[in-house]
C-alpha cells in the first residue's frame, strides 16, 4: 500500500516528515495480507519499524474519517524494553498521529509514577512504556487494557534477554482475546517462538532482512591490538575521525565509568549512558549529544538501546559484541536513513580467531585495518585545517579592521602559524602507542631503523600482568638504551619477547648482564630469529620430545598485590630488595582497561 491509499491525515503528516516512499518494513505491514493480522517482524535497526508499526495499526485506531474516537481506555500498547527507546517511540507516534487528535501516554521508569497515572485517567488512545512500569499501573488498577484493540512488542527479543518474560506475560494475559498482536523482534531465537505460539494467532511472518546481515550504510573495520592498547587505540580511532558524534560500548558499567573518566581527563567532550544513571541524567547526555556540547558517548548495550542520534558516525566496539546480534544492534545505531556510518571493533591479539568466526557468521565482510599512528592522525588534522580554513566565509567590516591591526603587528606567516598553534592546542593528544598493528603470528614491514633488528626475551607475560607502559622503561633503564630504540613488543601468557635496534644490540645485551643482580627475578635473554620463529623452535621441540624452554622459571616475579585495593598488580622486582624493580616514579599500576 503506497502512503496515497493511508488515512489522510496519516498520510499528510508522512510526507510533511519527508517521506517519499515506504521502507521495505514499512511496505511489507502495508500489504494487503498483512492488514489486520497479527504479525511477526525481523527487521533491521533504523528501517523505519517504529513508523511501521504506527501505519498498521492505524486501522484499529481511527474511525472512516481517519480520525481518532473520544478518549477513553487505551486502543493499543507499544511495550518496548529501555526508557531511551520507549520515548523514542512515543515521539515518532506523537508526529504520525497529530492530525488525526488520538492522544499518547508514556510509562516508563525513573518518571514521575503519579503523573502518569493522571494522564491514563483523562483517558488515551495510544500507551507507550516500558514491562516493569506498565505492569505496575496494572497492578494499582491505573491502565485499564479491557478495550485495547492492538498490542505492540518492540524489540521483543532483548525484553526477554533482560528477563521481562514474566512482566510481558502478566501484561499480555490482561488483554482482550480478539486484540491484535505484532511482535518487532531482531532475532527469532525459541522464547520469541514460544511466545508468538502462545500469545497470536495465524501470525504472518515478515523478514526484512539482507542475507549481508550488516547495516548496508555501515563499513565495518577490525583492528587488531595489543591488550594493554586498547585504551590508547579508542583515543587514537577517535582523533582520526573526528566524528560529529560517536558512540563507543562497552560490556559492564564499571568500564563505562572507567573510560569515560580516562577520556574526560585526556580533554574529549564526553557523556555516558549505563545502568546507574538516573533518567535526568541520561536526559541531559542525550540533550548534550543533541546540541553539539558532547561529541563521544560511551554507553552499555542496555542503555543505547532506542537512542537515534542523526549525527552519529561513528561506533566503536571497545569491548567485543558477545554475538552477531549485539554486533548488528550497536552498529545500527549509524548508518540510518541513508547516512553513511563506520563502525570499529578493537580486537585484542588474543581473541582474533573468535572475532573473525563471529563476522563470517554473521555475513559481515570487515575490513582489517592498521590502528592510526600518531602521525596518521597529525596528517589528518592538517587536513581538516586546511579544508576548514579554506572553505568561504563572510566576513564582517569589523573581522577585516582586526585583520588589518594584525597584520601591522605580525607577518601574515607569523598570525598563519599562531592560528595552526591554536588549533592544534584544543585537540587532545594522540597516543604513541609501543605495541605495533600487526599480529603477533603474522609478518610485518620493519619500521624505518629495525631492519636487521635483534630480539629479546623477558620472563614476564600476561601472567604476571604485563604492560608495555611499565616494561619499557624496564628495559631503558636496564639496557641503557632510549624509548626509540626499543620496537616492537609481544605480550604472551608467560613471557615477552621485544625488539631492539641491530646497532645496539650487543651494547643491549651487553647493559643487561652488567645490570643484572644476583637472584634478580627479572630475567633477559636474546632469542634467535624473531617471534615467528621463536614459535616454529617451540613447536619442533615439542613434537621431538627435546627439552624446552621454560618461560615461567620458579623464581618468576608474581603477581603484585596491593595492601589497600586488593587488585593485582605486575611489580618485578618491586617488593624485593632495593634496586631490583622500576625507580620509584617510573612504574605505573596496570590501569582498568576496556576490552
Known amino acids: 500500500m503506497p502512503f496515497s491509499q493511508l488515512p489522510p491525515v496519516i498520510a499528510a503528516a508522512v ?25 511477526v517482524v525481523s527487521a533491521q535497526t533504523g528501517s523505519g519499524k517504529t513508523v511501521a508499526f504506527g501505519l498498521a495499526m492505524a486501522d484499529q485506531l481511527l474511525n472512516a474519517e481517519g480520525m481518532a474516537p473520544p478518549a477513553g481506555a487505551p486502543l493499543a500498547l507499544v511495550i518496548a524494553p529501555t526508557r531511551e527507546l520507549a520515548l523514542q517511540v512515543s515521539r515518532e507516534l506523537e508526529w504520525l498521529f497529530a492530525k488525526s487528535g488520538a492522544r499518547i501516554a508514556t510509562c516508563v521508569g525513573g518518571m514521575d509514577a503519579s503523573r502518569e497515572r493522571r494522564a491514563l485517567g483523562y483517558g488515551t488512545h495510544i500507551v507507550v512504556g516500558t514491562p516493569g512500569r506498565l505492569r505496575d499501573h496494572l497492578e494499582r488498577g491505573a491502565l485499564d487494557l479491557s478495550g485495547l484493540k492492538v498490542a505492540v512488542l518492540d524489540e521483543a527479543d532483548e525484553m526477554l534477554d533482560m528477563g521481562f518474560r514474566e512482566d510481558l506475560e502478566g501484561i499480555l494475559d490482561a488483554t482482550p482475546d480478539g486484540r491484535r498482536t505484532m511482535l518487532f523482534s531482531a532475532t527469532m531465537p525459541s522464547p520469541i517462538v514460544a511466545l508468538a505460539r502462545r500469545y497470536q494467532k495465524n501470525a504472518l511472518r515478515i523478514s526484512t532482512v539482507t542475507e549481508e546481515r550488516g547495516h548496508g550504510d555501515i563499513e565495518y573495520q577490525a583492528i587488531a591490538v595489543a591488550p594493554a592498547d586498547i585504551e590508547g587505540a579508542v583515543v587514537n580511532l577517535l582523533r582520526f575521525h573526528e566524528a560529529e558524534t560517536a558512540m563507543l560500548f562497552c560490556a559492564t558499567r564499571d568500564n563505562v565509568r572507567r573510560l569515560h573518566a580516562s577520556l574526560t581527563d585526556r580533554g574529549f567532550a564526553v557523556v555516558a549512558l549505563s545502568g546507574e544513571h538516573s533518567q535526568n541524567e541520561r536526559n541531559s547526555a542525550l540533550q548534550a549529544l543533541r546540541d553539539r556540547r558532547a ?45 553513511k556510518g563506520t563502525a570499529v571493533l578493537i580486537v585484542p591479539y588474543p581473541r582474533r580467531k573468535r572475532v573473525e568466526g563471529m563476522l ?5 565482510a570487515a575490513q582489517w585495518v592498521p590502528l592510526p599512528s600518531a602521525e596518521d592522525i597529525r596528517r589528518a588534522d592538517s587536513e581538516r585545517l586546511l579544508a576548514a580554513l579554506l572553505a568561504p566565509i563572510d566576513v564582517t567590516e569589523e573581522d577585516r579592521v582586526l585583520a588589518a591591526r594584525l597584520l601591522t603587528e605580525r607577518s601574515a606567516e607569523d598570525l598563519a602559524a599562531a592560528l595552526v598553534q591554536i588549533h592544534r592546542s584544543r585537540l587532545p593528544q594522540p597516543e604513541e602507542l609501543v605495541s605495533s598493528d600487526a599480529s603477533p603470528t603474522e609478518p610485518r614491514t620493519p619500521r624505518p631503523g629495525f631492519e636487521g633488528s635483534s630480539w629479546f626475551r623477558v620472563n614476564i607475560g600476561r601472567s ?35 625488539e631492539v635496534q641491530g646497532t645496539v644490540a650487543a651494547r643491549f645485551l651487553d647493559a643487561v648482564r652488567r645490570t643484572a643482580d644476583e637472584g634478580d627475578e627479572v630475567e633477559i635473554t636474546q632469542v634467535e630469529g624473531g617471534p615467528r620463529e621463536e614459535a616454529r623452535h617451540r613447536r619442533r621441540d615439542n613434537a621431538s620430545g627435546a627439552p624446552v624452554h621454560r618461560a615461567k ?14 587488585n593485582d598488580q605486575s611489580r618485578p622486582g618491586g617488593t624485593g630488595p632495593a634496586g631490583k624493580g622500576p625507580k620509584k616514579g617510573t612504574w605505573r599500576s596496570k590501569p582498568d582497561r576496556a576490552k
Do not use: M
Open 15 to 39: 510526507a510533511e516528515r519527508g517521506y517519499a516512499a515506504p521502507t521495505p518494513v514499512q511496505a511489507a505491514v502495508l500489504e494487503a495480507e498483512a492488514r489486520g493480522r497479527d504479525l
Open 360 to 364: 563470517r557468521g554473521a555475513r559481515i
Open 464 to 498: 604476571q600482568n604485563a604492560d608495555p607502559r611499565w616494561i619499557l622503561p624496564l628495559l631503558c633503564r636496564r639496557g641503557h638504551v632510549s624509548r626509540t630504540e626499543i620496537g616492537a613488543i609481544r605480550i604472551t601468557g608467560d613471557e615477552t619477547l621485544f
Open 553 to 566: 622459571p620458579a623464581h618468576a616475579p608474581k603477581p603484585y598485590r596491593h595492601p589497600a585495593r586488593g
Open 295 to 339: 561529541r563521544v558517548c560511551v554507553a552499555t548495550d542496555v542503555a543505547a538501546r532506542g537512542i537515534d542520534l542523526p549525527s552519529l558516525s561513528l561506533v566503536v566496539h571497545v569491548e567485543i559484541p558477545r554475538d552477531a546480534e549485539t554486533l548488528q544492534h550497536r552498529s545500527g545505531r549509524t548508518g540510518r536513513a541513508g547516512k
